[in-house]
């Protein structure tokens, strides 16, 4: 029994943490300090010199953060871990460190909009281009990785379209080449997926959404083998600095404990809402991977234990019969953002990917009459009942 692996919905709450260090505490402590004291100052040198084993600044390492790094990293199924301030900040630091001037990224058809923001950064002012790519099958992968692409960046699901890519497919096609494969599991959370255990190398979450599940934090968490991850800690962590506060930290500790059961609720109440909004008259088309009519039906069923908590789906009419329909919602809040307790609507086009420009946009798949729907922990019902009478209004 000792030598037995705990499941998940164990490990979410258990890993890494050994109260008996810590006066007995059930719940790990926040040391909230910015700097550790050093017991003499060749003890100070000998860490510096990484000569000795212990804690020197919490830009470059703190016990609360360093509990929450181990559990995402076997949470994950990665060797090691690092927490940021955010997930752009996790995001950035994986493509910096990653990337030099003269290479180029290949990425899935579909980012979230500030990642396409900060490709387009990279492209103009450090010359790292970058292409999208459909990556539907090995061949449309194969003639778009170029000499100089240095690794490949995807969404599954894709923000908004809820759009799959076979994460297996790319990473034995990446492998091949010898091309590190990035994926940023945001939407499905470890407990839906772990692109590791598909053979991809580096796993990035925006920890603000599922792995918080309290919206009340902005954080990233980037998971991958020990080597690129000491890289990423040695040089895009520690001298950009974009790291996680230990409060910060703690709280995503203490959202993490109920991470599976909030992701069961979250997708039995997205399969319920599915079926009331693909049969409703008003609604042009819907996108949700636990749809059988969905394209990629087969990749989910393949990659994710269940289709998450999302859906997309376009209302007809125009952009403005849209924004009335967004604003007759009551229960249902209108705001950015996924993953919390509360149901969430937001207008993609302007909002969410508004950077992206018209052309690109569309290339994506998000139209000015698309909406994203986050699904919250509230009753079913409910959350139907408020889309009834929206949709009644328009
Ligand atoms: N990756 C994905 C897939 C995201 O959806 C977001 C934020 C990020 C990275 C960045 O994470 P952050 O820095 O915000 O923690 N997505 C948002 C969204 O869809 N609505 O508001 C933010």
Redesign the pocket.
């Known amino acids: 029994m000792k030598d037995k692996k705990p499941r998940f919905e164990t490990e979410v709450i258990h890993f890494g943490y050994h109260a008996e260090n810590h006066q007995g505490s059930l719940v790990p402590p926040l040391y909230q300090t910015s700097t550790f004291t050093f017991e003499s100052a060749e003890q100070g040198e000998r860490r510096f010199a990484g000569k000795e084993e212990g804690y020197i600044y919490s830009r470059l390492g703190n016990p609360t953060v360093k509990i929450l790094e181990d559990r995402m990293a076997a949470l994950e199924k990665g060797e090691a871990a690092l927490a940021f301030s955010?997930?752009?900040?996790?995001?950035s630091a994986v493509l910096i460190a990653l990337t030099k001037s003269g290479d180029h990224i290949l990425c899935s058809q579909g980012?979230?909009?500030?990642?396409f923001g900060l490709l387009e950064l990279l492209q103009e002012k450090y010359h790292i281009e970058h292409d999208f790519s459909l990556m539907d099958t090995r061949e449309t992968l194969e003639n778009q990785i170029k000499p100089n692409t240095a690794c490949i960046y995807i969404?599954t699901p894709i923000?908004?379209t809820m759009k799959l890519v076979d994460l297996q497919m790319v990473a034995d096609v990446a492998k091949e080449k010898g091309i590190p494969v990035i994926v940023?599991n945001?939407?499905c959370s470890p407990y839906l997926q772990n692109p590791i255990t598909n053979g991809c190398d580096i796993v990035?979450?925006?920890?603000?959404?599922y792995i918080c599940g309290h919206g009340d934090v902005?954080?990233?968490i980037v998971v991958g083998g020990r080597e690129t991850i000491n890289q990423i800690s040695r040089t895009t962590q520690k001298d950009i600095g974009g790291i996680i506060s230990p409060f910060d930290a703690w709280l995503l500790l203490r959202g993490l404990k109920s991470l599976p059961v909030r992701m069961d609720r979250h997708c039995e109440n997205t399969t319920f809402l599915f079926d009331f909004l693909k049969q409703h008259p008003k609604v042009e088309a819907i996108y949700y991977p636990g749809d059988s009519e969905h394209p990629d039906y087969a990749i989910m069923k393949k990659q994710m234990k269940k289709p998450g908590g999302l859906i997309s789906f376009s209302i007809k009419g125009t952009k403005e019969t849209a924004q009335r329909f967004m604003n007759q919602l009551n229960l249902i809040k209108i705001a950015?953002?996924?993953g919390d307790a509360e149901t969430l609507i937001?207008h993609p086009a302007t909002?969410?990917h508004a950077v992206v420009p018209d052309e690109e946009r569309l290339k994506m798949g998000i139209n000015q009459t698309l909406l994203?729907l986050s699904v919250g922990l509230e009753a079913w019902e409910d959350i139907k009942e408020d889309l009834e009478q929206a949709f009644d209004k328009i």
């Open positions: 955010s997930g752009m900040a996790a995001v980012v979230y909009g500030c990642t969404e923000n908004p940023d945001t939407f990035i979450h925006s920890a603000t959404k902005i954080a990233g950015v953002s996924l937001q909002m969410t994203r």
